[in-house]
Structures are given as structure tokens and as C-alpha cells.
């Protein structure tokens, strides 16, 4: 018997959706000021880099640590884990322009979260594909 994993587009669509929603009402404070162009200018780039992150990851997207392919193209042979990094840099550039510094608190708190994933991550990656995932760790960053 086959098991199927299930469709993740849903995922993708909270992804954007939640960024979206957080992008417009960052719209709608819009001063025209540094503070808010600093924001714009670490949010926008970061969201189409996240974006493009999961479209290179494809089908090896999981909610949960899975091993289903060794990523090692586009962004992917430089950073081990882009969706992490830039989706971070989004939402950072977003809560800037809408000022709402308590979420900057609570972004570093969900990065050490992240940061302990991506150690999780790795290890199951390093178990499935041995000495490969150990020469693309060492060529890449984070």
C-alpha cells in the first residue's frame, strides 16, 4: 500500500496570506519617513527571495523533518535553509514599518525556535544522505 503525502499548497497559501495581511496594514500606518522605508526595503526583497525559496524546494516541503531529496540548487547552493532566512527578513521588515516592537521581540523568540528546527532538520538529512549533506553543509551558510 502507498501512502501519499498530503498536498501542501495550503501551506503556501497561509504563508502569503498571513504576509499579506501584516504588508497591508503595514500599509495603511505608511509614513514617509526612514523608519518606514527601512522596513519596505528589508520586506519586500525578502519576501519574493522566501517565495522563491519555497518554489525551489518543491515537493521536499514538509511541515515536519522529512528526507525526501537532497535541495542543492538556486538559492539552496548557497543557504541551507533561504525559507527561513528571508520569510524572517519579511515579517522583520513589516513589524518595522508597522512599529510594533513588542513583535520584534516575539520574531527573535520564533527565530531560536527556527534556528533549533534547522537543527533538527539537518540531522535528519545528515541520517538520509551521509557524506552528500555533509559536503553541501560545509560548502553552504545556515
Do not use: C
Not at 499548497?9 to 504576509?19: C, E, G, K, Q, V
Not at 520569510?87 to 512599529?99: E, H, R
Amino acid at each position: 500500500m502507498r501512502v501519499t503525502q498530503p498536498n501542501l499548497n495550503w501551506m503556501r497559501f497561509l504563508d502569503l496570506a498571513s504576509y499579506l495581511l501584516f504588508a497591508v496594514l503595514a500599509g495603511l500606518r505608511w509614513q514617509n519617513d526612514t523608519h518606514h522605508w527601512m522596513g519596505a526595503a528589508i520586506s519586500a526583497p525578502g519576501f519574493f527571495l522566501w517565495m522563491l525559496a519555497r518554489l525551489q524546494l518543491g515537493e521536499s516541503f514538509a511541515v515536519r523533518a522529512e528526507a525526501k531529496r537532497l535541495v542543492t540548487h538556486g538559492l539552496y547552493s548557497r543557504i541551507r535553509h533561504p525559507i527561513y532566512l528571508f520569510g524572517g527578513l519579511a515579517f522583520l521588515g513589516v513589524f518595522l514599518v508597522l512599529g510594533w516592537y513588542v513583535w520584534l521581540v516575539i520574531f527573535l523568540a520564533i527565530h531560536v525556535a527556527q534556528y533549533f528546527r534547522a537543527r533538527r532538520e539537518e540531522q535528519v538529512l545528515a541520517e538520509a544522505f551521509g557524506d552528500a549533506y555533509r559536503e553541501y553543509k560545509a560548502r553552504t551558510w545556515f
